[in-house]
């Protein structure tokens, strides 16, 4: 797994972390690919803080994707802090030194995990810094080329969380060769479900600041090529990870992803148990959507 730079996390060298939305989704779909390295880059670093957490915003956040028992508690939903290492990764990537056009990268894998719970003082006045390192793999055989990224949060000289990404940012050339089967029908046991209303993607976006034109409406997906809405990917992790939490009555310390199809808006997500003990799968009608791990803590 990929380690973010070490930093001090008391700091103060770290500029603040951008604020997330429509301006910064607008400098991400105006930035233009630079001409392709002739050699493999090394590792793009940045760190950023954040002054605290939003006591409001991060309520808003966990009724909005049925985290209302585990906020209860005091704690901190595992995929809220998707939220700043989004942040994080789009003001990284939008300096000169990554080469790649941000607009139409996909998002394939993610994971999140925590490490310790909040300082005794809590996190809501803590500084958090953030220090992402971004790594661009070597391409594949067809020619595909990934990007891997790794941020650290820390608190008090604590460190609070990691999360790892890997996006698409080149796709490759089509081998020709058919996909595997997938299996004909969902498997595993039902764990709960949810249907998206047509208006689902403009909600995650107003807690979540992330106004990517593929999530909100049929006309401006279709602008961005696609002919129909679909959901954010964290959008359905983090409904996986409250529904994954309300069943076993524990909280998630740690939850990956692999992205395999979209979630349409107006369409129903059905989380099943995976096919083994901390694993579960997402289907979007009879399609594999998402799968992952999970644990408990």
């Given at each position: 797994?990929?380690?973010?730079?070490?930093?001090?996390?008391?700091?103060?060298?770290?500029?603040?972390?951008p604020p997330m939305g429509p301006g910064l989704v607008l400098r991400v779909l105006s930035k233009r690919a630079r001409p392709a390295p002739t050699k493999a880059p090394g590792p793009l670093l940045s760190?950023?803080?954040?002054?605290?957490i939003d006591a409001v915003h991060l309520a808003r956040y966990a009724a909005a994707l049925?985290?209302?028992?585990?906020?209860?508690?005091?704690?901190?939903?595992?995929?809220y802090w998707?939220?700043?290492?989004?942040?994080?990764?789009?003001?990284?990537m939008l300096s000169d030194e990554f080469p790649y056009r941000l607009a139409g990268m996909v998002h394939v894998e993610n994971e999140l995990v925590a490490h310790a719970a909040a300082p005794p003082n809590g996190l809501h006045n803590a500084p958090i810094v953030l220090t992402t390192r971004i790594d661009i793999l070597p391409p594949t055989s067809s020619g595909a080329v990934y990007c891997a990224l790794a941020t650290e949060g820390s608190a008090n000289g604590v460190s609070i969380f990691t999360c790892t990404s890997k996006y698409l940012a080149?796709?490759?050339?089509?081998?020709?060769?058919?996909?595997?089967?997938?299996?004909?029908?969902?498997?595993?046991?039902?764990?709960?479900?949810?249907?998206?209303a047509p208006s689902s993607g403009r909600a995650y976006a107003r807690v979540s600041g992330d106004w990517n034109p593929i999530h909100l409406t049929r006309w401006s997906a279709r602008l961005m090529g696609l002919p129909a809405p679909i959901i954010h990917g964290m959008h359905s992790v983090a409904r996986t990870c409250a529904a994954l939490e309300a069943a076993a009555a524990r909280q998630v310390n740690a939850i990956s992803v692999r992205f395999t199809a979209p979630v349409t808006l107006g369409s129903t997500?059905?989380?099943?148990?995976?096919?083994?003990?901390?694993?579960?799968?997402?289907?979007?009608?009879?399609?594999?959507?998402?799968?992952?791990?999970?644990?408990?803590?």
């Open positions: 797994m990929l380690q973010p730079p070490a930093t001090d996390s008391n700091s103060t060298a770290a500029p603040a972390l760190a950023f803080t954040l002054s605290g049925g985290f209302d028992a585990s906020f209860a508690t005091g704690a901190v939903p595992l995929t998707y939220l700043p290492v989004q942040r994080a990764h789009m003001a990284t080149v796709r490759g050339r089509r081998s020709g060769k058919a996909r595997p089967a997938m299996p004909p029908t969902p498997q595993g046991s039902v764990i709960d479900s949810w249907t998206l997500a059905v989380l099943r148990t995976g096919s083994e003990p901390g694993r579960y799968a997402l289907y979007c009608g009879e399609v594999l959507a998402a799968e992952g791990a999970f644990t408990l803590a």
